[in-house]
């Protein structure tokens, strides 16, 4: 079965430094991952997404991630967290197009002036 | 940009009511789901929905559980009576069928 882990349930980062958030998937195959940003009381934005191709990808807000098969994780960073980056991040795995995503617990990002 | 829209934004109710939770997904995605999300938890999968029948559904998705897409834009989920522990946020989410899902901005249900 899929799962997938995300180590740091809170993690606090001064405005402008950079940011990495951890995420281990289990799949037996290449899965399809995501990352989501949950804001207070919003739903569910798309960050980035990996589905094959080039490991490493571009997503919105200047957000990025990498796949690492060998490790089984995507982990997303960003060279320079703004303030308006304080938000929940969930990573997710998906088996293939169309089925249900499995998403991690999250992870709480504080930024502090 | 398209979105997928859900009402109502809160509902409250009392326990062993019946609910009804709305959504309107994006018009020409033909794969749609439900979440839900208990205050501070994970996001939960419970059901999705293809061609007008269910293909996936979790342990979450018991007996009291319905979903229906009752006409061409709507999609719901019923809970037929509701416990204390349903009280959560609910996501309704759409797909295209590329693995990507769109979520809408959820519904809050409060069971007292």
């Known amino acids: 079965a899929q799962s997938v882990t995300q180590p740091d349930i809170h993690i606090t980062v001064s405005e402008g430094a950079s940011l990495e958030l951890r995420c281990n998937y289990s799949?037996?195959?290449?899965?399809?991952l995501f990352w989501y940003v949950q804001s207070p009381g919003q739903g569910l934005q798309l960050l980035l997404k990996?589905?094959?191709?080039?490991?490493l990808v571009q997503g919105i807000k200047g957000f990025e991630a990498e796949f690492k098969r060998s490790q089984s994780s995507f982990n997303l960073r960003k060279p320079s967290v703004h303030w308006s980056d304080a938000a929940e991040y969930f990573c997710?795995?998906?088996?293939?197009?169309?089925?249900?995503?499995?998403f991690g617990k999250g992870t709480t990002l504080s930024v502090s002036s | 940009e398209p979105e997928v829209t859900q009402t109502p934004s809160h509902q409250v109710t009392q326990m062993g009511q019946e609910v009804i939770l709305r959504c309107v997904p994006i018009?020409?995605?033909?794969?749609f789901y439900w979440y839900r999300q208990i205050l501070g938890q994970k996001v939960e999968f419970l059901v999705s929905?293809?061609?007008?029948?269910?293909?996936?559904k979790s342990e979450i998705f018991d007996d009291q559980f319905s979903v229906e897409r009752p006409d061409g834009s709507n999609f719901t989920l019923k809970i037929r009576s509701t416990k204390l522990e349903d009280s959560a946020m609910y996501f309704c989410?759409?797909?295209?069928?590329?693995?990507?899902?769109?979520f809408g901005e959820g519904s809050r249900l409060t069971v007292l």
């Open positions: 989410a759409s797909s295209l069928g590329g693995g990507e899902l769109f």
């Open positions: 799949y037996g195959a290449t899965p399809y």
């Open positions: 990996y589905f094959s191709g080039d490991t």
């Open positions: 997710a795995v998906g088996a293939k197009a169309g089925t249900a995503l499995i």
């Open positions: 018009s020409n995605h033909l794969y």
């Open positions: 929905f293809y061609n007008n029948e269910i293909s996936e």
